[in-house]
């Protein structure tokens, strides 16, 4: 029996988790804010975040949808 069979039947999951801490979601948040004021570009807003470019694309992307 292989590990995940195991789990499985104890009833656990693996992995990571999905979705956003909270935290994530304010950043979210605030970088869409940023990013629809039309003031700043995608690299502005994530240097002000303090986050990655590739990150704040899927933290707007994610805004959006939400």
């Known amino acids: ?11 656990q ?3 990571r988790p999905t979705g956003l801490s ?3 979601v ?3 948040k605030s970088a869409r804010i ?3 004021s039309g003031t700043y570009t995608v690299e502005e807003t994530a240097k002000i975040l303090g986050i990655g ?3 704040c ?8 949808l939400s």
């Open 53 to 55: 470019r590739t990150t």
């Open 22 to 24: 909270k935290a994530a």
């Open 57 to 64: 694309y899927c933290y707007i992307q994610s805004a959006s």
């Open 1 to 11: 029996m292989r590990f995940s069979e195991s789990q499985g039947k104890r009833g």
């Open 26 to 28: 304010e950043k979210a």
């Open 34 to 36: 940023l990013f629809d």
């Open 13 to 15: 999951q693996g992995g």
